[in-house]
């Protein structure tokens, strides 16, 4: 799998005792009463104001209140005394009249499309309790006529993407009676007002998602719901206080905490969920720390917590509820301890991306409610223990990028509710049992890079829900069965790098609706090709007191088939060609034979590679249709005729390389039958390529890719950091080796690079092509890219691991070239026509610019070119601040080197 990335969502619903039922005036209202006349006067208006396509307000007509939907009025008086329209599809601006019903006590307006302010009008309500006006799209602040509410019980005003501001600071003392207050998903800003931390009466506090900063404080009410998720808050944890000991619910995730966590948190015994996830915490988990028997669910992921694995997770094992444990992403270090298999309610553990070390504890079949086990990315060793069938209703078992050995056990048959299985980047040997027919809930199966053999089984034939399919980088041999092209979800499938022989099967391609809609019209805006589909298996594990816990898998993948790097020969089968869904199909690297098939029907098609065939004949027919594709690689072949420019193949004009019988067109050169075939790559006079209008928005310069340790195939654009952290790299200039950005620019850019420079216009475009720029204003790089640290930004050592297994022979066949960069100096005409160039420079600059017209300066370094195919290896690098991370410099013999692969 070429990256398979687990998100886990931990959602915390409001617990039962939140739900206040509120005796509105009388218990009981009888069948009919008269609607006061002022208050239907009002109504009417608000009415009128507002959008409802759904017609939830039809039943506003006539005196008798009881038919009105969502009314309740006094019995004697008729007044209006709640309201609850949640949810009606209403839209439009509320009109002030709506503040004449004075003795409204509930006003519920959640998750319609109301717009504008939030009425000032409102602080007239004064019998008013509860306001629920979440989930519109309110804007503005939060209007200080509201502090005039002292009934208020419940202010729930999130999910209003542009309420901010800061939070009011009356907020938290304005009124004696109030116990939930709901301010998140919103875009408040500033700090936590200090009457929040003193409230007496308020039980139930969520500020999370927004952009609140400061120091944590400790907090002196009976709060039993605490969410300060997903804002700027720094610190440490602080002791929390007698007075909140009733605490049930603490999220404090993704904020910038720092320090260890300190043993008092024992203190709060009636805790179920806790969640510290996505903060700075570090230090070793002390082994007097004992959470609460009470806990359900513990998640301290992303994070830089060291040290052994916790054991103590509640005073008794036996007596501990526990549904979840998350430590995933950290830097645990030492062996699974026993006392984790004693967890016996555990139904999600994650101890993926740590420094774990020793086997799996054959006791982990103990668990018997365990639906997801993802112990990636860590140091395991031996076999895959026979006693995991114990966890019979597991649905995902993730044990990729480990030390893992032995064969896959015939018995995991057992595991018949399994959806998830990757064990990838492994050293399982051995062949795949045909028990494993028994599976047939499988959805995504990663078996990639390992030392597993043999020819493929009809078991696989079984997994009828298939839709990822990986077993690159094996010892496969054998021809591939009739049945390959048969499984109707399918959406990616990766066979390269084994060792298959035969012919490619032919048949009706009874194949996935994904690689049969040709329906370009539903097709993404977005442009990059690694993200483009998104496979994802939502998992709920868990529903307890109204908490619902679940976890979505996503894997980003291209609706594809890989099956280059391998023995095939044979024709392209023509029905291959016709699956107007596929987006990506890679056949290189066999020994394929006759024509090119049509290229009409792939509607979809973004990235074609047939290159390192035997393929002959003509290139296909006009393919400027094919408004998608981004890459396209015929090279070494043997092609003839010629290249018509004019037809879609002057955006790739460096495709052909390796064709010595084949005329590439171009705005010189023409081709015709009486004229001798020009071979590509002699000059850049000769492949001038295409004018390409560079106010266009190109997706070939937007493809970002990241580069997977002990892979060569092009992964997803997710970062996955080794330094543990929510995916930053290191600020201390360090190299983490499992990290490559990369783009797709083609071949026609360097020559437009070159020509500019030629005539005399120096400093433009693509001179700062390595250019990799972070945004200023929020954390994210954009692109889909890494985060930027706050202190300065990351630095990536590009060539590290670069084209894992090939750097060295590359190096010394000198396919690779290392010059010093001057713009007067430099000499672009020894640039072959099929490397690859790069610049690397330093820049403060936080804006996108790709490509820019930036001038050289003195932070300038250097110019690299690789002879790598564009489609082949990864296209070009785009790294910031490399200077620390160049290689060594080639010999001077080398760099005038010309030779190609």
């Known amino acids: 799998m070429s990256n398979f990335v687990r998100h886990c969502t931990l959602q915390f619903l409001s617990p039962l005792f939140f739900v206040l039922v509120l005796l509105l005036g009388a218990s009981y209202q009888s069948a009919s009463v008269d609607l006061n006349r002022e208050d239907k006067a009002s109504l009417l208006l608000f009415r009128s104001w507002i959008q409802d396509p759904a017609h939830g307000l039809s039943s506003w007509f006539g005196s008798n209140c009881t038919t009105w939907a969502g009314l309740v009025c006094q019995n004697h008086t008729g007044q209006v005394i709640s309201i609850n329209l949640r949810n009606l599809n209403l839209s439009g601006h509320i009109h002030p009249n709506l503040c004449n019903l004075l003795f409204l006590e509930t006003l519920v307006l959640s998750e319609n499309g109301f717009t504008g302010q939030i009425p000032l009008c409102f602080g007239r309500l004064q019998n008013l309790k509860t306001l629920d006006l979440s989930h519109n799209r309110f804007g503005g602040v939060v209007p200080d006529s509201l502090m005039r509410l002292g009934q208020l019980k419940e202010l729930i005003l999130n999910g209003n993407h ?13 009124s004696t009676n109030m116990e939930r207050l709901d301010l998140g998903f919103n875009s408040f800003h500033g700090t936590i007002p200090e009457s929040l931390f003193n409230s007496k009466s308020l039980k139930y506090l969520d500020l999370g998602n927004n952009n609140l900063s400061g120091d944590l404080h400790d907090f002196f009410q009976p709060l039993v719901f605490l969410n300060l998720s997903s804002n700027s808050l720094s610190g440490t944890l602080p002791c929390f206080s007698a007075s909140i000991r009733s605490l049930i619910v603490l999220n404090l995730a993704m904020n910038s905490i720092v320090g260890g966590i300190p043993t008092c948190i024992a203190s709060l015994e009636e805790l179920t969920h806790l969640n510290l996830s996505s903060n700075h915490l570090n230090f070793a988990i002390s082994p007097r720390l004992v959470f ?114 032995g064969q896959i056990q015939p018995e995991l048959d057992a595991l018949d509710s399994l959806k998830v299985l990757d064990i990838s980047n492994n050293g399982i040997s051995g062949e ?208 003839s005729g010629f290249v018509p420019w004019k037809e879609g193949y002057g955006r790739f004009p460096g495709a052909f390389v390796g064709n010595p019988d084949l005329c590439v067109e171009s705005r010189r050169v023409k081709c015709d039958s009486g004229s001798l075939p020009t071979v590509p790559g002699k000059s850049f006079e000769e492949t001038e390529g295409f004018q390409q209008d560079r106010n266009q928005n190109y997706s070939h310069q937007e493809l970002l890719f990241q580069y997977q340790k002990n892979k060569n195939k092009i992964g997803n654009a997710r970062i996955s950091s080794p330094h543990g952290g929510r995916g930053a790299l290191p600020s201390d200039g360090g190299c983490p080796s499992d990290l490559l950005f990369l783009a797709g620019v083609p071949a026609a850019w360097f020559q437009i690079i070159r020509r500019i420079l030629n005539k005399g216009l120096k400093g433009v475009a693509g001179i700062a092509l390595g250019s990799v720029v972070y945004q200023e204003d929020n954390s994210n790089l954009i692109g889909n890219s890494v985060e930027k640290s706050s202190e300065e930004q990351p630095q990536i050592c590009f060539l590290h691991n670069l084209l894992p297994g090939q750097w060295e022979d590359r190096m010394s066949r000198c396919l690779f070239r290392h010059d010093d960069f001057d713009e007067n100096e430099f000499n672009f005409t020894e640039v072959g026509q099929e490397e690859v160039l790069f610049r690397f420079e330093k820049s403060n600059d936080h804006k996108r610019h790709f ?18 195919s564009p489609i082949e290896y990864g296209h070009v690098l785009l790294i910031p601040q490399v200077l620390n991370c160049l290689p060594q410099k080639i010999d001077h013999g080398c760099r005038s080197s010309r030779s190609f692969l």
């Open 162 to 174: 542009d309420l901010g501001g800061v939070v009011p600071w009356w907020v938290g003392n304005f």
């Open 292 to 405: 609460s028997e009470k806990l359900l669910a513990l998640d301290l992921s992303f994070n830089d917590l060291s040290g052994p694995l916790p054991t103590k997770i509640a005073e008794t094992t036996e007596k501990s509820g526990l549904v979840l444990l998350d430590l995933s992403h950290n830097c645990f270090s030492g062996g699974i301890p026993l006392k984790i298999t004693e967890l016996k309610s555990l139904q999600a553990l994650f101890l993926s991306h740590n420094l774990l070390t020793g086997e799996i504890p054959a006791r982990i079949g103990n668990l018997t409610y365990l639906q997801v086990i993802d112990l990636s990315r860590n140091s395991l060793s031996g076999s895959i223990p026979l006693n995991i069938v114990g966890c019979f209703q597991l649905l995902a078992l993730v044990l990729n990028n480990n030390n893992l050995s």
């Open 432 to 639: 795949i049992p045909l028990t494993l027919a028994g599976c047939k809930s499988l959805e995504i199966v990663d078996f990639s890079s390992n030392n597993l053999s043999g020819n493929l089984n009809d078991a696989i034939t079984k997994w009828s829900n298939l839709r990822y399919l990986s077993l690159a980088r094996n010892k496969f041999s054998g021809s591939l069965p009739s049945w390959l092209f048969t499984f109707e979800e399918i959406q990616m499938m990766d066979f390269s790098g084994n060792k298959f022989s035969g012919l490619l099967p032919n048949g009706n391609f009874n194949i996935s609706s994904e690689f049969n809609n040709g329906d370009v019209r539903r097709l993404p805006a977005e442009p990059f090709l690694a993200i483009r589909n998104n496979i994802e298996i939502k998992i709920s594990v868990l529903v307890v007191d109204n908490s619902e816990l679940s976890f979505n898998y996503h894997l980003s993948s291209n609706a594809g088939i890989d099956l280059s790097d391998n023995l095939l020969h044979g024709e392209i089968p023509r029905g291959l060609f016709g699956l107007q869904g596929l987006e990506y199909l890679n056949l290189s690297y066999n020994s394929l034979d006759g024509q090119v098939p049509s290229l009409e029907k792939m509607q979809r098609l973004r990235a074609l590679d047939l290159s390192h065939n035997s393929l002959s004949g003509q290139t296909p027919g006009n393919i400027s249709r094919l408004k998608e594709l981004v890459l396209l690689n015929f090279s070494y072949n043997s092609l």
């Open 851 to 868: 490509p820019p017209p930036v001038t050289a300066d003195s932070n300038s370094s250097s110019v690299v070119a690789m002879n790598v």
